[in-house]
């Protein structure tokens, strides 16, 4: 029987002329969840974004039930909920407006996505008048929205205040325990209990020891 959910093996990744990841290797079954730690530029965007098909690896390999990924990267963008650093909001649209895609893309129901995050009272307001926080969450209701089965958060918890932290404990446990799964980087606690945790160091090279030489 082939392996379920996520598999990544060997990768390795430069960017520009650095080697960023050195033969890393994940795997999280469904319902799992696997938390990336490390300093910073040690890699934890750069794995996150390979994972969601944003780019390549320049070795080794990724796949979804035992399937390459790169075998039919449109269907994995389709199962995938990525979080960046940047939360994407149009700042003249309102926050309704601004999931309306996300809607439409995953099926989700807008009205208990804004109320999973606490923002239902904030529907009309222009995302520009939205505060980081308020931003963060609506973000994250973006992500509930798109019901993918892998979730990869880029520092989900940016900006949220404890109480908006405690949200992104009820949302994440929803969905592994729906079969979900989610990868997540972090510098802070987060609530993912029970997560693997893939530690990431710096890739020490030659021009890192020798940068003048
Ligand atoms: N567009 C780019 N071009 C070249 N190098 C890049 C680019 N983006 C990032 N890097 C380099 O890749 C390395 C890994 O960056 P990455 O953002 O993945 O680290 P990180 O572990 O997520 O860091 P942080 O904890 O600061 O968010 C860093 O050395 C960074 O300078």
Redesign the pocket.
């Known amino acids: 029987m082939p392996p379920s959910g996520l598999q990544a093996s060997g990768l390795v990744v430069f960017?520009?002329e650095?080697l960023?990841l050195d033969g890393v290797d994940l795997q999280c079954a469904p319902g799992g969840a696997v938390l990336?730690t490390?300093?910073?530029?040690?890699?934890?965007?750069?794995?996150?974004?390979v994972l969601a098909g944003l780019r390549a690896a320049d070795a080794g390999s990724l796949s979804w039930n035992g399937i390459p990924v790169a075998d039919d990267l449109l269907a994995h963008a389709g199962r995938v909920a990525y979080l960046g650093?940047q939360d994407a909001l149009k700042p003249g649209l309102t926050l309704e407006e601004n999931l309306q895609l996300a809607c439409i893309l995953g099926g989700g129901d807008l009205e208990a996505a804004l109320a999973a995050v606490d923002l239902v009272p904030l529907r009309q307001v222009p995302a520009r008048l939205l505060s980081a926080g308020q931003k963060r969450r609506a973000a994250l209701a973006r992500v509930l929205l798109l019901q993918a089965a892998i979730w990869l958060l880029?520092?989900p918890s940016l900006g949220l205040d404890r109480h908006a932290v405690g949200l992104l404990g009820e949302l994440l446990s929803r969905h592994r325990a729906a079969g979900g799964l989610a990868v997540a980087?972090t510098?802070v606690p987060l609530p993912l209990p029970d997560a693997a945790i893939l530690a990431?160091e710096?890739v020490v090279t030659q021009d890192v020891l020798e940068p003048l030489a």
Do not use: I, Y
């Open positions: 960017r520009g650095r960023v990336l490390g300093p910073n530029g040690a890699g934890k965007s750069t794995l996150l974004r650093h880029d520092e980087t510098h990431l710096t």
